[in-house]
């Protein structure tokens, strides 16, 4: 899996269709139309994202892979 900054991780889900709600500090909160599911990206200027929180952020998502 390519790594990805919260940045560029914002980009990908935008063009999904996801929207940011809010922002609270670094975090931004995003939501889709017709889902419950709410995202919270770590936006820390063009700093990678952990394999682990990328992962999930996709899987909540719906984005098989990268």
Do not use: C, F, Y
Request: charged residues 20%; proline residues 5%.
């Amino acid at each position: 899996m390519k790594p990805l900054s919260g940045k560029e991780l914002l980009k990908l889900l935008e063009s999904q269709g996801w929207h940011v709600l809010r922002i609270k500090g670094s975090h931004h909160i995003l939501g889709k139309t017709g889902s419950v599911v709410r995202l919270s990206v770590p936006v820390h200027g063009n700093q990678p994202l952990k394999t682990g929180l990328l992962r999930h952020l996709l899987k909540m998502a719906g984005i098989d892979s990268v």
